[in-house]
């Protein structure tokens, strides 16, 4: 067989899947706060009711147009269901294997837990204030942090006026615990 008509990677549509996505650590749960989990499996249900239904149609509809090879809109299309596909079964394997922790059952307490809204200062006078999110829900641009990063590991359970160090690539960093908050109280 020519060369031409082999695929370079063999290893299957599994291989695609975890490509620039972020893994879990061996043996770590998959923590999520409930607001989290809703939102990536309203992102499923309208991948899988909406999206891939609709992508469907469009390839159905330009493979019926004859010449394939050329034709835009049908090599778009079978482009978008793959990242579809590959979405859905990204987004059906975190969810099987979630982990859903209410933070606010920690209300009103000065420890860190999964959930906290964190101020603190470092040793160079900077203040920040960061959430401590699940893997798959933490937007570092909205200043969440996973509760796997070294920031978040090095302040849970510590409590506020607690000084904790971080390792950096620079050295060690000191930082001081300055304010704890959950989101309101549990219902």
């Not at 579809?84 to 860190?112: C, M, N, W």
């Not at 937007?139 to 506020?160: F, M, N, Q, T, Y």
């Not at 930082?175 to 219902?187: K, Q």
Request: glycine share 10%; net charge negative; hydrophobic share 35%.
């Amino acid at each position: 067989m020519s060369k031409a008509f082999t695929r370079e990677n063999d290893g299957g549509a599994d291989d695609e899947d975890d490509v620039g996505l972020p893994s879990l650590p061996q043996g770590a749960k998959n923590y999520m706060t409930p607001a989290g989990y809703a939102r990536l499996r309203a992102e499923l249900l309208d991948l899988i009711d909406n999206e891939r239904p609709r992508i469907v149609d469009v390839v159905h509809w330009a493979a019926s147009n004859g010449d394939r090879s050329e034709n835009g809109d049908y090599l778009y299309g079978k482009k978008r269901l793959r990242e579809i596909d590959r979405r859905i079964r990204f987004l059906t394997k975190r969810l099987e294997v979630a982990e859903v922790v209410d933070p606010s059952v920690h209300y009103g307490s000065d420890q860190v837990f999964f959930g906290a809204t964190v101020t603190y200062t470092d040793d160079l006078g900077d203040e920040r204030t960061v959430t401590i999110m699940g893997i798959d829900e933490a937007d570092s641009h909205c200043g969440e942090v996973s509760w796997i990063s070294p920031v978040a590991r090095v302040l849970l359970k510590g409590r506020v006026g607690d000084e904790v160090l971080l390792p950096t690539p620079g050295g060690v960093r000191s930082l001081e615990i300055l304010e704890v908050r959950y989101p309101g109280a549990p219902s």
